[in-house]
């Protein structure tokens, strides 16, 4: 490891400069030289974003080996919610890794996961009552949550929606909508799952002449095609993003997802809401079904939780919980006692520093000024998201149709200029926004003029 003198960062959080600055052409000399080895020894399959190597995070920033200083805007996927390297997280895991760093919950548990069970079930929607389990990552908690509403209710069938995104693993690829790059090449897929359109309102109605589609409406269309594929009285549970990210960071019309939630209800089919991606202060609520008041039965988490440590769970109703056998939950690493303590941090750090509302700002800054640009940019489709979870959706103008290649070069011109940011969507063609919590509001704005003046250069 050579690491010189002028580009030595070897402390992240929101100690370090909070600026954009470019120091060498992106990516720079050492970041060429990572990639050089990278490309040796690790499969393309496992792929990057930016060929751009970290050194340090913190705050609104990313420093990479060579010195450049990125505004993030993407939080390594809505995972830094709390600021990269946060204090409270560093300190308490740091006290935890010197204390013990593993025993294996399933042989001699631990305060930690205890404790972030309680917070869990505090926090999760509904005053009923909880119980939730621990585990490493989001498809992880997504296929625990299909095994306990199949135990629980004795079915086997699983609906999900088009454009949803539920993970890698073999069943979590069956619930996920997106043929390439997650499934291509890799079935045969866990069976029993049953596909239904969603509501997405900028595109919804487009066959009928474009009239509007609301959320009841979607909701009974939704429900009918499951009622013709697979009959509800067949179906353990619907898994559902209250806002789907990977597929589009599409949010449903109002009323969208409290008929499918009563519809759940009526029938005796778990209701699972995935968030993964939206859960814990990112969309300016604990959870993204708060914003309807919809009561999931049980709802996933990760990304978020763990500010930065790989955990996750499944949160919800006792009952459901403990139907399940001794034994038949469980893993190796689930609630690591490291990633439990960074959980309770990074939970702690939401509450002290109010970044719930923080979510809330920045979703407003951010919606007024793409809004604005919107109005000048035909190509700007639509602007949509809540609280720190923001996509722009792009299209040839005066149509629908996706233009995937212009969200594809205003990221990389903002890569180009010192801006992290990522894009997604079933056709390819939204960027999305996914600040950490903790940005400084002159980094956000700048942030946004990068993005503004992507466009601009891009104009035909
Ligand atoms: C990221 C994501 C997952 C998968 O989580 P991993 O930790 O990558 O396994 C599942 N559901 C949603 C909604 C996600 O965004």
Same mark, same amino acid.
């Given at each position: 490891m050579t690491t010189s003198a002028a580009t030595a960062v070897v402390v992240g959080g929101p100690g370090l400069p909070q600026r954009r600055e470019l120091r060498t052409s992106i990516p720079g000399p050492r970041s060429l030289e990572l990639q050089r080895r990278r490309v040796a020894v690790v499969p393309?399959?496992?792929?990057? !974003?930016?060929?751009v190597y970290a050194a340090a995070a913190g705050g609104g920033v990313l420093v990479d080996v060579d010195g450049n200083s990125f505004i993030d805007l993407g939080s390594g996927i809505a995972v830094t919610s709390v600021g990269n390297a946060a204090p409270r997280v560093v300190a308490d895991a740091a006290a935890q890794l010197a204390r013990f760093t593993h025993t294996c919950a399933m042989i001699t548990p631990y305060e930690g996961y205890v404790e972030l069970a309680e917070a869990l079930t505090a926090i999760a929607p509904g005053d009923h009552e909880k119980r939730a389990a621990l585990f490493n990552t989001g498809s992880e908690a997504v296929e625990n949550a299909v095994k306990i509403a199949r135990y629980a209710t004795g079915r086997a069938a699983v609906a999900v929606v088009d454009h949803a995104y539920h993970g890698r693993t073999n069943l979590t690829m069956a619930l996920t909508?997106?043929? !390439?790059?997650?499934k291509d090449g890799f079935g045969p897929f866990a069976p029993e799952v049953y596909r239904a359109p969603t509501s997405y309102p900028f595109r919804d109605g487009l066959d009928l002449d474009g009239a509007p589609i609301d959320g009841p409406a979607a909701a009974a269309r939704t429900i009918a095609q499951l009622d013709r594929a697979v009959g509800a009285s067949r179906l353990a549970a619907l898994v559902i993003e209250p806002i789907q990210g990977e597929g589009g960071f599409i949010v449903p019309a109002p009323g969208f997802l409290p008929a499918l939630a009563a519809w759940c209800r009526d029938h005796g089919i778990v209701f699972v809401a995935d968030e993964v991606q939206t859960g814990i202060a990112r969309t300016g609520a604990w959870f993204a079904c708060d914003h309807e008041g919809v009561v999931p039965d049980l709802v996933t988490t990760a990304k978020g939780l763990g500010g930065g440590l790989p955990i996750a769970a499944v949160t919800g109703r006792a009952d459901l919980m403990d139907a399940v056998h001794p034994g038949g939950l469980g893993g190796t690493y689930g609630g690591n006692p490291v990633a439990c303590a960074a959980a309770l941090a990074a939970l702690r750090t939401v509450r002290e520093e109010n970044l719930i509302d923080r979510a809330v700002q920045i979703g407003a800054i951010a919606l007024d000024r793409l809004r604005e640009l919107q109005r000048s940019d035909p190509r700007i489709g639509d602007v949509r998201g809540r609280g720190a979870m923001i996509g722009i959706e792009f299209v040839h103008p005066g149509t629908h149709e996706p233009d995937p290649g212009l969200a594809r070069r205003v990221a990389a011109s903002a890569h180009q200029a010192g801006v992290i940011v990522l894009t997604c969507g079933t056709f390819g063609n939204v960027v999305r926004l996914l600040p950490p919590?903790?940005?400084p509001t002159d980094l956000l704005l700048e942030g946004l003029e990068v993005l503004a003046a992507a466009l601009e250069e891009g104009r035909p």
């Open positions: 393309a399959g496992v792929s990057s !974003v930016m060929p909508a997106k043929n !390439v790059p997650y919590l903790t940005i």
